[in-house]
Nanobody
Framework: QVQLVESGGGLVQTGGSLRLSCAAS????????MGWFHQAPGKEREFVAA????????SYADSVKGRFTISRDIARRTVNLQMNSLKPEDTAVFFC?????????????WGQGTQVTVSS
């Protein structure tokens, strides 16, 4: 069973920064592609960023390129999302997710989410 636990959400002003963390096992971080998604009120859940287990390759949604950075720290057993230059439209619940098949579209496991609120 893969368990994912997010932390680090909160309230921040426009232009500020937050760092989200997702705790997972070393095996999970070494074997699964890890992703971050967000879901704003009344909207569908959307992809934010991902990091591939095999080579650390990263990918981002266009809306966050240049502002967000996903990273993996196997020693600390976390995957992190550094969010800079935050905008009110970034306000959402952020979810950590893991998938076994790096080429598949679907993620297999999800965390419970952490709220990020950006005030204008």
């Amino acid at each position: 069973q893969v368990q994912l636990v997010e932390s680090g959400g909160g309230l921040v002003q426009t232009g500020g920064s937050l760092r989200l963390s997702c705790a997972a096992s070393e095996r999970t971080l070494s074997s699964y592609t890890m992703g971050w998604f967000h879901q704003a009120p009344g909207k569908e859940r959307e992809f934010v960023a991902a990091i591939r287990a095999s080579d650390g390759y990263t990918s981002y949604a266009d809306s966050v390129k240049g502002r967000f950075t996903i990273s993996r720290d196997i020693a600390r057993r976390t995957v992190n999302l550094q969010m800079n230059s935050l905008k009110p439209e970034d306000t959402a619940v952020f979810f950590c997710a893991a998938k076994a098949n790096p080429l598949g579209r679907e993620y297999d496991y999800w965390g419970q989410g952490t709220q990020v609120t950006v005030s204008s």
